[in-house]
């Protein structure tokens, strides 16, 4: 069976360069082992039509990746207006920042039957379509609109948040209508499934049975599937990094400093302002710490057309200037704010020289920082991650020191225990966490929800057939039921 994978964002094989989000670094090691076709945005847009934008190719590993520009007329609409100015901010619990007009709508639409027609190309009898995140909501329902009787899967990296705040999305409704046309929608928690459950319930009176809901576009799966981290390789990737001059740089200026590291977008979601103040209480709190601890902050820009992201940049470089204006010293800086991405391969480097790992969203989907950070540790001497409850990481990373990240004081007190820890407990944290990233690799979540996509897709037919849904109820690697 060929696998055919889209998503806006598409990662490139090239180990040295920054990456920008999770989801693009999170594909990659599996399209280049699985041998899918991994289909998004060129990141150009132009006028030509689906048929003769022209698809770049390029090889993955055992997969490909082609790359199509998106039509120049609706990108703005869809990309900064409708994804990341109504959707965004409401899947983040952020309904005072959702913007839309019913242009943004049009041109989202727009650019879902786009990506839908150019899908035709790769339209075999034995394909199946996994479409990823919130840009393409309802490229299921164009796709089934052209025809495509194949199974179609639907993954969702972000949170999906309680009825009300979606509901602050214009059209949501008829969004949520059309997933109804994959064949299996996946979410990161049993949170969000609930979330989602719950709107089919109360907006369309759809209820959920094993696992399946049943509705007039025939049977849809719904379940949790946490995505994981290549552990192993990102292990590996995060020893080879001590050789790398950026690495061994950071470590050589920090003497006999001792280093806390957060990596994230410039995003709201990321809670980079009550860090940022967390630190500054920990500082006033336990002025010992000074001189001997500071923060390295990779904030790398993101989405900055959009006024609420422009507006937190802005914030951010004020209130990091303030901080280490007042606890600075001439031969130390409480921050190390950084406005640039880097590599996978250098931030497996950084994130083992950090004895703290502070990974404090407000909402996240699940937040692969954290399970990277745990991953490039040193099993002699790991560091201690200290993380947001809101994360999706958090219902894997228990033995993690979880905070709530609106208790600014908690998490300076927090961050103080970290570094604190002795080694015995840190090791005692890391190896549970690590047991439980071996238990839900990238590799295990991809395979996962293939299968289960195959399955359902399959029980679809016979329920076509019979009228009665037929999937079995699904088991996670370690054997629970999903519903
Ligand atoms: O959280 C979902 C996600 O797809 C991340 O993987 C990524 O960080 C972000 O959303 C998309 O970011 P961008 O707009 O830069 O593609």
């Known amino acids: 069976m060929d696998l055919v994978v889209v998503s806006n964002r598409v990662a490139r094989a090239k180990a040295n360069e920054p990456m920008t989000g999770g989801l693009a670094a999170a594909l990659l090691p599996v399209v280049e082992k699985s041998g899918?076709?991994?289909?998004?945005?060129?990141?150009k847009v132009s006028d030509t039509s689906e048929k003769d934008s022209p698809l770049k190719i390029e090889q993955l590993g055992a997969g490909a990746l082609a790359m199509l520009?998106?039509?120049?007329?609706?990108?703005?609409?869809?990309?900064?207006?409708?994804?990341?100015?109504?959707?965004?901010?409401?899947?983040?619990?952020?309904?005072d920042l959702i913007r839309a007009s019913q242009d943004d709508y049009t041109s989202y639409r727009e650019v879902n039957a786009f990506m839908a027609r150019a899908l035709t190309r790769f339209k075999k009898p034995a394909a199946a379509f996994w479409i990823q995140d919130y840009h393409f909501l309802a490229l299921g329902a164009e796709l089934r609109k052209l025809g495509f009787k194949n199974p179609l899967g639907f993954f969702l990296h972000t949170p999906w948040p309680a009825r009300a705040v979606i509901a602050g999305v214009p059209h949501h409704r008829e969004l949520i209508e059309a997933m109804l046309s994959y064949d299996l929608i996946g979410f990161q928690t049993e949170d969000d499934v609930e979330n989602f459950v719950r709107c089919l319930k109360m907006d369309f009176g759809l209820q959920l049975h094993d696992g399946v809901v049943m509705s007039r576009f025939g049977t849809t799966r719904?379940?949790?599937?946490?995505?994981?981290?290549?552990?192993?390789?990102f292990a590996a990737q995060a020893r080879r990094a001590a050789s790398h001059p950026d690495v061994s740089r950071?470590?050589?200026?920090?003497g006999g400093e001792r280093l806390a590291i957060g990596v994230d977008r410039v995003d709201y979601s990321k809670g980079l302002v009550n860090r940022i103040a967390a630190f500054d209480r920990l500082f006033e709190i336990e002025p010992s710490f000074k001189r001997e601890v500071s923060l390295l902050q990779i904030a790398t820009p993101s989405r900055g057309t959009i006024e609420a992201y422009d507006d937190l940049q802005s914030e951010l470089a004020r209130q990091v200037t303030d901080v280490n204006g007042r606890h600075g010293e001439v031969d130390w800086i409480p921050i190390r704010y950084l406005n640039k991405g880097f590599s996978q391969s250098v931030l497996g480097g950084f994130y083992r020289a950090a004895q703290v790992g502070v990974v404090t969203p407000l909402q996240d989907g699940m937040n692969l920082v954290a399970k990277e950070y745990?991953?490039?540790q040193n099993p002699a001497d790991p560091g201690v991650l200290v993380l947001s409850k809101f994360a999706g990481a958090a219902n894997e990373l228990d033995a993690a020191l979880q905070v709530n990240p609106h208790d600014i004081e908690g998490m300076a007190r927090t961050i103080a225990t970290a570094l604190s820890m002795p080694v015995q407990e840190r090791r005692m944290r890391w190896e549970s966490m690590m047991r439980k990233l071996r238990a839900g690799t990238i590799h295990q979540w991809f395979a996962g929800f293939v299968d289960t996509l195959i399955e359902a897709h399959a029980a679809q037919d016979l329920t076509a057939i019979s009228g009665v849904p037929r999937i079995k109820p699904l088991r996670t690697a370690d054997g629970a039921f999903l519903h």
């Open 222 to 233: 719904i379940g949790a599937f946490p995505i994981g981290i290549d552990v192993e390789g």
């Open 36 to 43: 899918a076709i991994w289909i998004g945005s060129s990141g």
């Open 374 to 376: 745990v991953a490039a």
């Open 69 to 95: 520009d998106l039509p120049a007329a609706h990108y703005g609409g869809y990309y900064e207006g409708f994804a990341n100015s109504a959707l965004w901010p409401a899947l983040h619990s952020r309904p």
């Open 250 to 254: 950071l470590r050589m200026s920090l």
